[in-house]
């Protein structure tokens, strides 16, 4: 069997954090076993769908490098299709017309309450005439849902789940303006994309065992669901707004790499052992269901710090600096370009986040503004500046060389050098090495500014 997975957010906001995880255990699951990853969009709230929501489901999906096959299904598109079959089961006599007003249903609800039972509705109209139809009240379609028995689940994450069928009630399928409910669309949209297999918040558990009896009504074949537990703050409550940062655009404006972000979200219910560094191969290579864990995750901000500082060391420089650019937002000369590129490698370092990396290049993109330094200073960087200039080999590892025999001729320590031209390059006490600098601003450059405050 292929398997064939998918993600279906509503738009209504932003590409949450937890929906993000949805969808990449979803992606790596399709992906690991060679199958199918599909994107619906469940846009059947009208008033709280906007383009602007799916627009930042669809950028945060492809910011993560969560590709999916094909085109997005759009849920609304399909309300015709999802009437039709609900019309279909009352034909078939497994589901029916139910007229019941507001104020009955309200009774209905009041009456369960003060016997202490769940309220729920009571089967008012499963078996009663239509010719008792009130004029005035258009009906819902309701699902015949069995009376007896039980409803069971046996889910890839949480084992075997039992629920009686008395605990459910006659759900609705249609509602009375003749739109689908949110049961009924996701089943049929299920089936009808070759759904086989779904992961998702085990605060959907209870929609499921509704999605199952529809599955049967239909006399379709049945998903493995898997349920997983919500993501947790560092406090251990659920995450919330308090937290911080709930959406993915929230993660990319603080400075974070994709690959670290999705590095985390793995860990947040998904183990490989004891490894907490996963690039996307291994995690394609190892993702199975069955290392889903049970138990609700915390998300660690200062892991993800950690995890950003490790996927910034090892990213192209390249990519970084386009990154970086693109993050200042103003237009770079291209010496300044080059400096920055030439720094790159001495940057990240010192980086976990490229918010991080854009106060530390502020030393290659700023203008040099030369200031005054004591006469202690002024006889070190005089001295250096002499052995700077005879410098032809202009690379990190000759001017290690010649700045540390230099301080060793001189008798000067090799920390006052560096510090006098960390001083004078920069204006900064804590910058990359100065042999990173040395390099990055390149010989003209650093020789100009020495100049400059020994005029």
């Avoid at 560094?277 to 660690?300: M, P, V, Y």
Wanted: aromatic share 8%.
């Amino acid at each position: 069997m292929s398997i064939v997975t998918r993600f279906a957010p509503s738009p209504t906001g932003f590409l949450h954090i937890g929906g993000a995880r949805t969808a990449l255990f979803n992606w790596l699951l399709a992906r690991h076993h060679g199958g199918k990853f599909l994107l619906r969009i469940e846009d059947t709230d009208r008033e709280r769908s906007t383009q602007e929501a799916v627009d930042a489901i669809l950028d945060g999906l492809k910011w993560l490098e969560i590709n999916w096959d094909g085109e997005p299904v759009f849920q609304f598109s399909r309300t015709r299709h999802h009437v039709e079959l609900a019309e279909s089961l009352v034909k078939e006599g497994k589901a029916y017309y139910c007229y019941c007003t507001a104020e009955e249903l309200e009774a209905m609800r009041n009456e369960a309450r003060s016997k202490g039972l769940s309220p729920k509705y009571n089967g008012m109209w499963r078996d009663r005439d239509h010719g008792d139809a009130p004029a005035c009240v258009n009906p819902v379609i309701r699902l015949k849902a069995p009376l007896d028995g039980d409803t069971t689940l046996c889910d890839i994450v949480q084992g075997k789940i039992t629920v009686s069928n008395k605990e459910l009630d006659d759900m609705v399928l249609v509602r009375s303006d003749g739109t689908p409910t949110f049961m009924l669309s996701v089943v049929v949209d299920d089936h009808d994309m070759g759904i086989t297999h779904v992961i998702r918040g085990d605060d959907h558990l209870t929609n499921t065992f509704r999605h199952i009896q529809i599955f049967n009504a239909f006399g379709w074949n049945i998903p493995q669901y898997g349920h997983i537990p919500l993501i947790h703050g560092p406090d251990g409550a659920k995450l919330s707004k308090r937290h911080g940062a709930l959406g993915i655009d929230a993660y990319r404006d603080r400075g974070y790499l994709p690959e670290a972000v999705c590095n985390c979200l793995l860990r947040l219910g998904w183990s490989h052992g004891d490894d907490e560094i996963i690039s996307r191969e291994q995690a394609l290579e190892w993702f199975t269901t069955e290392n889903l864990g049970k138990s609700a995750s915390r998300l660690d901000f200062s892991k993800l710090d950690n995890l950003n500082g490790h996927y910034m060391r090892i990213a192209d420089n390249s990519r970084l600096l386009k990154n970086l650019i693109e993050l200042i937002g103003e237009n770079i000369s291209e010496e300044k370009r080059l400096r920055l590129l030439r720094g790159m490698s001495g940057l990240k370092q010192r980086a976990k986040t490229m918010l991080e990396l854009r106060d530390l290049a502020t030393i290659y993109t700023n203008d040099f503004v030369p200031e005054k330094v004591n006469s202690e200073t002024q006889n070190i960087l005089e001295t250096t500046l002499a052995r700077l200039k005879s410098i032809e080999d202009w690379t990190e590892e000759n001017l290690e060389k010649q700045l540390r025999e230099f301080s060793s001729e001189k008798n000067i320590s090799f920390g006052k050098i560096a510090q006098s031209l960390r001083n004078v390059l920069t204006g900064r006490k804590i910058t990359p090495s100065i042999f990173d600098m040395l390099i990055s601003f390149g010989k003209n450059e650093s020789l100009s500014r020495i100049n400059a405050v020994l005029v």
